[in-house]
């Protein structure tokens, strides 16, 4: 059974800085794609950042901000969020495919953690 567990979530002030994790048990994600998304009261699930093979992709709204990493020998993944924002405040899920397809389309993910919650204060 595929397993993915998050950590790393909390309150934080504006300008603060926090890193998720997210390690997965069941399977080895080394070649495949693993994302995040996060998801507001009242808003859609959207694209923060993936990660496959070598390649990184992020959405515009935290590009230079947030860095997502791999530690393949941990099967697990980071997001290392800087300079966080009141507008980053969600709650933030690691995903994995079982393949390799389109990164921004969270419909395209077979794994999902469970959310840790991330609350930004001005």
């Known amino acids: 059974q595929v397993q993915l567990v998050e950590s790393g979530g909390g309150l934080v002030q504006a300008g603060d800085s926090l890193r998720l994790s997210c390690t997965a048990s069941?399977?080895?994600?080394?070649?495949?794609?693993i994302g995040w998304f996060r998801q507001a009261p009242g808003k859609e699930r959207e694209f923060v950042a993936a990660?496959?093979?070598?390649?990184?992709y992020y959405a515009d709204s935290v590009k230079g901000r947030f860095t997502t990493s791999r530690d393949n020998a941990k099967n697990t993944m980071y997001l290392q969020m800087n300079s966080l924002k009141p507008e980053d405040t969600a709650v933030y899920y690691c995903?994995?495919?079982?393949?390799?397809?389109?990164?921004?389309?969270?419909?395209?993910?077979?794994?999902w953690g469970q959310g840790t919650q991330v609350t930004v204060s001005s």
């Open positions: 990660i496959n093979r070598g390649s990184t």
């Open positions: 995903a994995a495919q079982a393949g390799v397809t389109n990164v921004y389309v969270y419909a395209r993910y077979d794994y």
């Open positions: 069941g399977r080895s994600f080394r070649n495949g794609v």
